[in-house]
Every structure is written in structure tokens, then in C-alpha cells.
């Protein structure tokens, strides 16, 4: 039986993606970024037989356009925040899966598997970035859980706090899993352009 990966992104499309180091990197390559990093990862896990990939895909008036290419690989995302949109794509699994974001280019097949691993033991997984958010959840869905995303401060330095703090709460057994970068400013697309 496969475990899920699921690669939530913006479709990349000008205008759309990484808003706010687009103001300084400029749009097309923002986008050009991003459909890079989706290709790299698709690569990287489409090369696993251990797990199914799904694209989770937001808005609606580009989805058709862009997941055409991936047949039916595809999730549009719902939700009003990033709390229920994970949320969502958790309900459609009835086993393990994680959810990681489409702007962390030193994800590795090892680190999923490490995460996937985790899950064997624990209800949830997180992966932490270095700016205080995180770079993947995963869930083991072997059984109910409350909903651990009320009163998250997003896009803060307190995400992955308030997280950990909502699961320890409602008694949610977690692993954490590798700490990596997540592409948001200048500096770290720097260090990124030169890498590649």
C-alpha cells in the first residue's frame, strides 16, 4: 500500500508566486523558481515506488490549465487558511501522508522516508524551517485527532510554537523530522541561485 506525498503549491503562473520575494527578484523569476523547484521534487519522488505523489493545487482559475499535464495527480486546495487546507487534503487519505510545501529545494527521498518513518510511531510529524514555520506535516490517520490548527499565528515567528503547543494540548503524539530552509527572502534565494 502506498503512503501519499502531497506538494502544495501555487500554480505557477506570473504574478501568482512568492509574493513577497517576487518585489524584490521580480515575477518571472518567481515563477520560474517555483515551476523549477515543482519539476526537481517531482523528479525526486516519482523515482520512489514507495509512495504516490499528488500535486495540491490553488486557484481554481489556473488549476485546469497547469494540472493538465499531471492527468489525475491533482488536488485543489480548499480551505481559508493554511490550518484547513491541510486539514482537507489529511481527510482524503485513509493512510499515511504528508504534506510538504513546493519551496524547499533540499528536500531528499531519505528525508521523506524519515518522516514517513516516524509516523509508525507517532500521530503526527512535522518538519521545522529555520524561520520558525514548517516545511512538512505529516499524519499517520490510524486515528482520530482534534483539530490542531485553532489560533495559529501564520506566516510568524511563532507558527511553529503555537503548533506544538496546540498538539501537546490535545494530548497529539509528534515527531519531528529534519529542520530545512524554505525559499522566503532574498537571502535565502541567494543561497539557493548558488547551489544550482
Known amino acids: ?3 501519499t506525498i502531497y506538494l502544495m503549491t501555487k500554480v505557477p503562473m506570473y504574478g501568482l508566486n512568492k509574493t513577497r520575494l517576487s518585489k524584490v527578484i521580480g515575477n518571472n523569476k518567481a515563477k520560474r523558481f517555483t515551476l523549477l523547484n515543482i519539476e526537481s521534487l517531482k523528479k525526486k519522488f516519482l523515482k520512489s515506488k514507495k509512495h504516490k505523489l499528488f500535486f495540491y493545487l490553488t486557484p481554481l482559475k489556473k488549476f485546469r490549465s497547469f494540472s493538465i499535464k499531471y492527468y489525475n495527480n491533482t488536488v485543489l ?4 487558511d493554511l490550518g484547513q487546507k491541510i486539514w482537507y ?3 482524503l487519505s485513509k493512510q499515511k501522508c504528508v504534506i510538504v510545501g513546493s519551496d524547499i529545494p533540499d528536500i531528499t527521498n531519505q528525508v521523506i522516508n524519515d518522516a514517513f518513518k516516524f509516523l509508525d510511531t507517532s500521530d503526527l510529524v512535522i518538519g521545522p524551517t529555520y524561520d520558525n514555520g514548517f516545511w512538512l506535516i505529516g499524519f499517520s ?3 482520530a485527532i482534534n483539530y490542531p490548527f485553532k489560533n495559529i499565528r501564520w506566516s510568524s515567528e511563532n507558527t511553529l510554537s503555537d503548533l506544538i503547543k496546540n498538539l501537546k494540548k490535545n494530548n497529539i503524539k509528534f ?3 529534519k529542520k530545512l530552509t524554505d ?3 532574498i537571502d535565502d534565494y541567494c543561497n539557493y541561485i548558488h547551489k544550482v
Not at 77 to 80: D, I, V
Open 175 to 177: 515527531k519531528i523530522c
Open 141 to 143: 490517520n490510524k486515528k
Open 1 to 3: 500500500m502506498y503512503s
Open 183 to 185: 525559499i522566503d527572502i
Open 77 to 80: 486546495q480548499k480551505g481559508k
Open 89 to 91: 487534503v489529511k481527510s
